[in-house]
């Protein structure tokens, strides 16, 4: 029996886990899967809890998970609190206790939702790219950090720090991910100013000479920001470090749509993964029944595939986010005029329904 650990967190987490709980469930009686479920507390919901964000109970049990499925953490009640006690360093310290390294970022757009990207259809029509961000290093975990008196006034300071094995460990995965795909790879850095990202650029092309049939691109930053709004449909995966990955992979969101259809995958070396999907946990609509289950959906068959090795539920999950929405049904965020507009439930009990006999 393999097991899953489900920490729903805080906000609109526990609605949108529980759907994806509802549809898991079905999969596992299609295709004759045995799983074990446990849940736990992470973010908000632990500190309430255990006073911790990231509490040892939740600890032991992740680190015997086969998988972990998470909601979101964070909400403005808990934003007064010290730092190390703050939801989101909970999301932080399990990844840095799992060796969670490498994110993987879909971003992929279904042919239903091509008039809800804020760009024009043919700019993303046919959208199929993914990001792969080192999870690890770089400046959110980079020494020394703080913020201290000089000179008569308070100065905030981050390092970002990247050594070669972490380069070229998350570059072999955006390697290996190319081979699946397109074959082709651009790293992204800012290697014209910073020397962390020089090394960056360096290793990542020592690492391309054992891969001969993926061609390798390298892009600063700012300008794969620009590229990801102009001509997206140019990139097959990308890598790139912590902080870049952070803010591509929203940008990236936006292009198909809306952030509420994007999952990921945080993978460490030995296979096991935390899969949540890239939104926050939303306070200002969370109890409504109006969040979007889907991404959390999709962050469940990326679970199946990727960590417990049933590709047949993970796509038999993606077949049926596809057919409702050919049935037109639509959360708030993607919705649009001549489409069925339903709630966090309904659009649960849907790709249920979708998932055949």
Known sequence: MQRILVLPGDGIGPEIVKEALKVLD??????????????????????????????????????????????????????????SKRPERGLLGIRADLGLFANLRPAILYPQLAAASTLRPEVVAGLDLLIVRELTGDIYFGQPRGVEVRNGQRVGFNTAVYSETEIERIARVGFDAALKRGRRLCSVDKANVLEVSELWREVVTRVGQDYPEVELSHMYVDNAAMQLVRAPKQFDVMVTGNIFGDILSDEASMLTGSIGMLPSASLNAEGAGLYEPIHGSAPDIAGQDIANPIATVLSVAMLLRHSLGHEAGARRIEDAVGRVLDQGLRTADIHSEGATLVGTTAMGDALVAALGE
């Not at 908000?44 to 049990?61: H, L, N, S, V």
């Open 26 to 83: 079905r999969v596992a009686e299609l295709e004759g899967l045995e799983l074990g479920i446990d849940e736990g507390l992470i973010g908000g919901a632990a500190y309430d809890a255990a006073g911790e964000p990231y509490p040892q109970a939740t600890r032991e049990i992740a680190r015997e998970a086969d998988a972990i499925l998470l909601g979101a953490v964070g909400g403005p009640q808990y934003e007064a609190l010290e730092r």
